[in-house]
């Protein structure tokens, strides 16, 4: 069976396969379906540290399937100032809900928009491109 890929048109995307939600100066984080796809059963999300501070591309943390072990990467530059803390009971929420409650972290971004690490990502379309290829 092909799996129908969910790729909401308000993200933006990383070739990393991580999805950013700017909200003003903060972006909600998480990995994408196709990601969590491929992954398999998530049995385990190691989260970044509140307080920590991510280039863009830097390792946030990490998700651990049934599969595989995989890094998660900043898809913008600045400081974490949440995690969801519930992916430690529940870190199938990771393949349930990837964009809602399968989100893993917020980072308050250094600067917004182009020097952010914003522009570098890719809309809905462009990704959906990508992981076409």
Known sequence: MVH???????????????????????????????????LGDVVFVRLPEVGSVVNTGDVLGEVESTKSVSDLYAPVAGTVVEVNTDLADSPEQ????????????????????????????????SYRAFVAR
């Open 94 to 125: 990771v393949n349930e809900d990837p964009y809602g409650e399968g989100w893993i972290c917020v980072i308050e971004m250094d600067a917004p928009g182009v020097e952010g690490g914003e522009t570098r990502l890719m809309d809905a379309a």
């Open 4 to 38: 129908l890929m969910d790729v909401p048109v308000e993200l933006k995307y990383s070739e990393d396969h991580e999805w950013a939600l700017p909200e003003g100066g903060r972006a909600k984080v998480g990995i994408t379906d196709f990601a969590q796809d491929a």
